[in-house]
């Protein structure tokens, strides 16, 4: 069995936690053997790091790896769900650094990606997508597009959860 992934689960695990720097830790580890092997995996690891710095509020240190990441992800021959993640990564990063116009850039591409790849348009990617893009809308203004969005959002929820779920509270 291959330890890689099962490395890169405990890095995203151990930053779930908040165990950033064990999650670092491993992340580095495997973004050293990745790239002295030209591995495809490079892009998830550098996303996993961009999370890190996320989690801990240096944004522009994740900017940059979300950005190398998205780099390496775009360069691969077929598109990855991975890739939907990165932009959604990056979309997140600029809407706390408030670069909204930045951030729905990015949020729609991931849209994009999770439209292209997912086969269930109802898929709880695709509701993240539409309710962060909802999120910016929302504080750009946009009062004509983010309630469409949300009750896109909802409707989506609904068909997964009971209607007293408190996933619905976050829509």
Do not use: W
């Amino acid at each position: 069995m291959d330890r890689r992934p099962t490395l890169i689960t405990l890095g995203n695990f151990l930053s779930e936690m908040g165990d950033y720097d064990r999650a670092e830790k491993y992340y580095n580890m495997l973004l050293r053997e990745f790239e002295a092997e030209n591995s495809e995996d490079i892009g998830v690891v550098l996303c996993g790091i961009g999370t890190v710095y996320f989690r801990k509020g240096k944004y522009e240190q994740s900017l940059k790896y979300h950005e190398q990441a998205l780099e390496k992800l775009t360069a691969l021959p077929e598109i990855h769900l991975d890739l939907g993640t990165a932009f959604n990564s990056v979309g997140m990063v600029y809407s706390e650094l408030k670069k909204l116009d930045l951030s729905m850039i990015y949020y729609s591409k991931a849209l994009e990606v999770h439209y292209h790849i997912l086969p269930d348009i109802n898929d709880p990617l695709i509701s993240a997508d539409l309710n962060n893009i909802a999120a910016v809308q929302i504080q750009t203004g946009d009062i004509q597009e983010a309630p469409e969005n949300l009750e896109k959002v909802l409707q989506m929820k609904l068909l997964v959860f009971p209607a007293d779920h408190p996933q619905l509270s976050h829509t």
